[in-house]
């Protein structure tokens, strides 16, 4: 029976983008030389490279809307004062 084991680490976003370029040059170094490895461990890395992709395109949005919720922060004293103006 095969177990499964979780692990929880931190990386940077920094970090998460080396990854996914060493699981890359790995594809590129296996075609450059024509290696098939066996077909479990190929299926492995790509599972890896897809998870990698999607935390890195997660921590760019959640980046973004970082950067929009701060350009979406109001002056509470000209809230006020547009309420009362009009």
Known sequence: MNEVCTATIKLTEH???????????VHNVLGAFEITPDK???????TILKDMEKISDDIKEAKEKRIIDKKEETDPK????YKIIG
């Not at 000209?78 to 004062?81: G, L, P, R």
């Open 15 to 25: 970090e998460v983008d080396k990854l996914i370029w060493c699981i890359k040059s």
């Open 78 to 81: 000209k809230e006020y004062i």
């Open 40 to 46: 479990d461990w190929i299926v492995t890395l790509n």
